[in-house]
T-cell receptor
């Protein structure tokens, strides 16, 4: 099963708050888990990515937490800003077998000032 | 390097016409991917190249679609006899198998509208 399930579908956060988006996957053969941010009319922009041998990765205000046993990973956006308002996609890939990304359904984040 | 470049940004065509899109990947990236994205959905994989070899094609890539990467650098995606259902954003991405984080980067896409 290649599905990646993402939640919530939409999220409203106050400025300065923490935004948390969750993803779950089924296939343990996935070996690469990126998160993308997409603004209307633009292509997805790579935010941060993790491989399954690491449980957490932080880059600036963005952190991925990865739970291999639960087959779940999440994106945390600290000190959320109105400029973070966008659609966020998680994805998973068998990178060593080609790298095709399987995307989650997306989360529309709105950060209120 | 300015990232993944796609041309044109927008294309409006009449049903039945052929269209061609171009993608220039990040220069040191050896893999190049094509995806299609419709409104409100995540991107869906179409095909990918490693250097000049096309190694996988999705069942979404009907016989009317063809992709090439002749010298392992830029790539083209052609759609023949376009249909209204082809209207979507066509995204190109590239990555580097030789780096730890792969740098899987998308371009800004080509928005196709078939009228």
């Amino acid at each position: 099963q290649q599905q990646v399930k993402q939640s919530p579908q939409s999220l409203i956060v106050q400025k300065g708050g923490i935004s948390i988006i969750n993803c779950a996957y089924e296939n343990t053969a996935f070996d690469y888990f990126p998160w993308y941010q997409q603004f209307p009319g633009k292509g997805p922009a790579l935010l941060i990515a993790i491989r399954p041998d690491v449980s957490e990765k932080k880059e600036g205000r963005f952190t991925i937490s990865f739970n291999k046993s639960a087959k779940q990973f999440s994106l945390h956006i600290m000190d959320s800003q109105p400029g973070d308002s966008a659609t966020y996609f998680c994805a998973a890939s068998y990178y060593n077998q080609g790298g095709k990304l399987i995307f989650g359904q997306g989360t529309e984040l709105s950060v209120k000032p | 390097d300015t990232g993944v470049s796609q041309d044109p940004r927008h294309k409006i065509t009449k049903r039945g016409q052929n269209v061609t899109f171009r993608c220039d990947p990040i220069s040191e990236h050896n893999r190049l991917y094509w995806y299609r994205q419709t409104l409100g959905q995540g991107p869906e994989f179409l095909t990918y190249f490693q250097n000049e070899a096309q190694l996988e094609k999705s069942r979404l890539l009907s016989d009317r679609f063809s992709a090439e990467r002749p010298k392992g650098s830029f790539s083209t995606l052609e759609i023949q006899r376009t249909e209204q259902g082809d209207s979507a954003m066509y995204l190109c991405a590239s990555s580097n198998t030789g780096t730890v984080d792969y740098g899987y980067t998308f371009g800004s896409g080509t928005r196709l509208t078939v009228v």
